[in-house]
Each structure stands twice: as structure tokens, then as C-alpha cells.
């Protein structure tokens, strides 16, 4: 809920001003203006909704699964009702298309949809006589209060990755989604009110790295999960970690897709293009590198060079638009200097996005798609998750052995095929890769 131009934080079964001193302005990526201003909401704060939800905790997990998934019934078919608006804001907030923004969502409910099975995913088993004189009894528990700290990428659809499934099991929920898209979650709350959940079951608060240190040190928050980069996602896990919590983490990642000669290479120009460019290229699943092989290499860079030169990019509410902007304007800088230092160790532009200007949008952090050509696969660029519109064509030639290929690149898996299956199949086990886990996605604790 925004009230005086500010977000408030949703605490108790209520809409509270925070006491915060401190605000960040959220901006409109593709034009820069202020669209609202996000409270750095204190300890004390988190202290007060991880009490709140501690206090409804006892009640909650006693509720059946039968009754609690009632709640999820009822939203779902909320965010059905409001599925344009809800959509229309992401894009707002966010930059990506409204197409994009919808598909997002679309995702989201569907994990609501998914939780409303927790009667039955939920449950247990009993073996008699595992050993003589032992039975066997496992039982699925609520952990508690459990908090989840979301990522700018999908503001709509990742926290749906975890509220539904946190309630329905029984546990309360707190969730701090990122300070730079904070609107679509306030939405969707103003949703969740009309549920009537019992106070203290679900909480949203705003922040940033103060407030999620909160949520790490607070002792009534027995579990976290966390979506982002991997820097990030081992500070969260190692400090949720160290105060006893439960955490899962998941990072970042550098996805290869290998074309072979007998791909339809146009359906995988398209694949491909879609893949590097689309929310302009800042998701974990973004393919940044293309490996092709034998005769694939020089069709491949002249299409997907061809690609990325006729995708529109524009404010994402066009229906026109293929491409939204960056994030934030140190995104952008970010991301174009890191394209900058590639061409310093050798690699040539297929195609240069940077300094783009979008009539009406000068002001918007627009980059246009990038394809770099001869990047030395040990470079940093070829390394790291670039986070932004680049594709970066690289190409292996078969060896002396048919169907054999030879490929050395710090890359991460998983690597992805276009080819016919039965080409796929047999020059799969013959590739030869030198692998490097640069950024790795997920953080687990190890068994003791």
C-alpha cells in the first residue's frame, strides 16, 4: 500500500508507516522518474513482525492443510482478477514487456495453484517392522517463521516460489522483496488482505541489506530462503547459517547452449536470441554463450547478429516492444563496462548495443542486444554472469574422430543442445569440456 507517495510495511494483519528515517526512490527504468519511495525499515521493525508472527505460529500449524489451503483458493482467484494490473505494474517497476511481465505472473499463480495439493504433497509414511521390533514413522512439520528475500528480476512470480508453500505447511511467512521493484509485492498484499488470514501468518517488509541482516540475526526466524547473485547468496547463507538457521540460497549461473550443423539454425537463431535478450537478458537462465560446431559457425553469427540488430527495444508497455530496459542505471554502466574490457582482451563487436537512446526515453537505462565475436574464453566477460543483453558466439570445430568435438571454456553447466536428437545423442558423449564453476547456484548445509 502506498500512502503519501511511500510504501508501507504489512505487519500484524496491517498496513503500518515505518518508522524508518531512511528512504530509497523507485524508479521507472525506461524513464527514470520516481515512481514511489521504499522505507529502510529498522531492527526493531523485524523484531515486531518476527514477534507478531512467532505469536500466530501456534495457532496456524494446528489448523488442518484442509482449511489453510482455502486461504490459497481464494487468492489464486484474486490474482486471476487482477492479472492485467498486477502485470501492467511489474513492467513499470521492473522494464521488462508486458508480455513478459504476464508470463511471469502466469508462473506465479501456478505455484499458488501447486500449493492448494499440500494435503497430499505433505504427507508422511509409516513402514511396519523396518527392523525387528522397529516401526517406521516420518512426518512432514511446520519449521516456524520462515522469511524469503527476493530478487528485481521477477518481482511477481519468485515470491510465489515460496509464500504459497510457506503457509499452506503451516509456517508464517515474512517476505522482503528487493527494494528496487517493491510495488508489484505491496499489490499483491493488498490482495492477500482481503483473505483475512489470521494476524501474523504473512508480513511484508521493505529494506535492504539492514533489513535483511534483521531477518538473519533475528532468532524467531527459523528459516530463509534467498533468490540473487552469488555473492550475495553466500553472505546470506553463511550469516543465516552461523545464527542456526535453515537456508537455501540460490546464485547465479553462466548457461552455454551447443549448436550443432544440423540444427534448424534459424528456429535456433530464435531459440537463442529469445534466450540472451529476453528481460533484456537479466535472469539466471539467460543463455550469454553459444558454442557452435563444424559448419554451424559462420550461419549462426551472421543470424544471431541479424537478431539482435532488428529486436525492438522500447518501453516495455508497447505492445511493439521485444526488449525493455536495465534495471538501474549502474546496471547499465555495469553491464557496459564489462563489454568494454572484453574488447580490450581481443573480442569484436558482431553487433554494439551500448549508448543506446530510445525516442521519447532518452533517459531510460536502455542498452540494445550486444554479440561479441573472438572472446578469449578465459577472459572475465566469458566468465562471469553478465547479467544484461549480451550473446557471445563461440566455436568448436569436430576433430580428427568424427563427431568428436573438442571444446575448452570456463564454462558452468548445464549445457544445452540444438541439433537433430539423434546428432545431439551421439556427439554428446564425445564432447570433451573443461568446465569451471564460476558462479555457482545454490548453497546447501553440508550433513553432519
Known amino acids: 500500500m502506498i500512502q503519501d507517495g511511500q510504501l508501507l510495511n504489512y505487519i500484524g494483519g496491517e498496513w503500518r508507516r515505518s518508522r524508518a528515517g531512511e528512504y530509497l526512490d523507485v524508479r521507472n527504468p525506461a524513464t527514470a522518474e520516481t515512481i514511489v519511495r521504499v522505507p529502510l525499515t529498522q531492527p526493531e521493525e523485524i523484531d515486531e513482525a518476527a514477534q507478531v508472527a512467532q505469536s500466530a505460529f501456534a495457532d496456524w500449524r494446528r489448523t488442518p492443510p484442509t482449511e489453510r489451503i482455502q486461504y490459497l483458493f481464494k487468492f489464486k482467484q484474486l490474482l486471476d482478477e487482477h492479472f492485467d494490473e498486477i ?20 508462473r506465479g499463480i501456478e505455484n499458488v495453484e501447486v500449493a492448494t495439493g499440500i494435503p497430499s504433497l505433505m504427507m508422511g509414511y509409516n513402514v511396519e517392522d523396518i527392523a525387528r521390533g522397529i516401526d517406521e514413522h516420518m512426518f512432514r512439520q ?3 517463521v520462515v522469511a524469503a528475500i527476493t530478487p528485481f528480476n521477477f518481482p511477481g512470480m519468485i515470491p510465489l516460489w515460496f509464500l504459497p508453500y510457506a503457509i499452506a505447511c503451516g509456517n508464517c511467512f515474512i517476505l522482503k522483496p528487493s527494494e528496487k521493484v517493491p510495488m508489484t509485492m505491496s499489490r499483491v498484499f493488498e490482495l492477500i488482505e482481503q483473505l483475512n488470514l489470521p494476524p501474523g501468518v504473512v508480513s511484508l517488509v521493505n529494506g535492504a541489506k539492514g533489513t535483511v541482516d534483521a531477518l538473519l540475526d533475528h532468532p524467531a526466524v527459523r528459516a530463509i530462503s534467498f533468490v540473487g547473485s ?22 547465479g549461473a553462466k548457461n552455454p547452449v551447443i549448436v550443432l550443423p544440423d540444427a534448424d539454425m534459424e528456429m535456433a537463431t530464435r531459440i537463442i536470441a529469445d534466450a540472451s535478450f529476453g528481460c533484456a537478458g537479466q535472469r539466471c537462465l539467460a543463455t550469454s554463450v553459444a558454442i557452435t560446431v563444424g559448419e554451424a559457425g559462420s550461419s549462426f553469427r551472421e543470424q544471431i547478429a541479424n537478431a539482435a540488430t532488428i529486436r525492438k527495444v522500447g518501453y516495455g508497455l508497447d505492445p511493439e516492444v521485444e526488449m525493455g530496459p536495465v534495471i538501474t542505471a549502474e546496471s547499465k554502466q555495469r553491464i557496459e563496462s564489462l563489454i568494454g574490457k572484453g574488447v580490450n582482451e581481443g573480442a569484436k563487436f558482431l553487433v554494439d548495443g551500448r549508448n543506446a537512446s530510445i525516442p521519447n526515453y532518452e533517459r531510460g537505462y536502455f542498452m540494445r542486444p550486444t554479440v561479441l565475436d573472438n572472446v578469449n574464453p578465459r577472459s572475465e566477460l566469458a566468465g ?12 568448436a570445430s569436430f576433430a580428427t574422430k568424427p563427431r568428436r568435438a573438442t571444446l575448452v571454456s570456463t564454462l558452468v553447466w548445464p549445457l544445452r543442445w540444438l541439433s537433430s536428437r539423434s546428432l545431439a545423442g551421439r ?19 553440508k550433513r553432519r
Open 230 to 251: 552469488s555473492p550475495v547468496a553466500k553472505y546470506v547463507y553463511s550469516r543465516a547459517t552461523a545464527n542456526g538457521k535453515r537456508a537455501q540460497c540460490q546464485g
Open 142 to 144: 511446520p519449521v516456524g
Open 427 to 445: 556427439t554428446a558423449s564425445s564432447v570433451i569440456c573443461t568446465l569451471k564453476a564460476v558462479t555457482p547456484s545454490s548453497f546447501t548445509p
Open 87 to 106: 502485470a501492467r505494474l511489474t513492467t513499470q517497476e521492473c522494464g521488462k514487456t508486458l508480455a513478459e511481465s504476464q508470463g511471469e505472473l502466469r
Open 384 to 395: 562471469i554472469e553478465i547479467f544484461g543483453p549480451v550473446a557471445v558466439p563461440q566455436h
